[in-house]
């Protein structure tokens, strides 16, 4: 993951702290920058998973008599492991692109 402005390489450990890939700032120049629309395929796609990761469980505590136990160690295994892999997928592969803000509708201006 690149800034496009800057060629300031963001780490995996900070991409990880992107709450919102639609407006990321860049940790070394500021520009403001979006996954654009691989960030809602990525977003989605991330949603499922989770839901499938959860689904899982569920499916298993019903039908295959999973104890508490087991969906606690279940979720501290797969959840790690699949949404890291996914992230770092994401990391890897994501192109962030400059946000051209309209000037003056930030709020704050940069003296
Ligand atoms: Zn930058």
Known sequence: MHCPACNHKIGFFKSLLIVNPFRIRCPSCGASLS???FGTLFL???????VMVGGF???MKEYKSWKMTDIVLWFLVAFPTVIGAYE????RYAKLR???ER???K???KI
């Open 107 to 109: 709020g704050k201006q």
């Open 98 to 100: 400059e946000e051209h």
């Open 88 to 91: 770092w997928l994401g990391w």
């Open 57 to 59: 469980a569920m499916y």
């Open 44 to 50: 989605a796609i991330g949603f499922i998973l989770g």
């Open 35 to 37: 996954m654009g629309r």
């Open 103 to 105: 000037e003056g509708c």
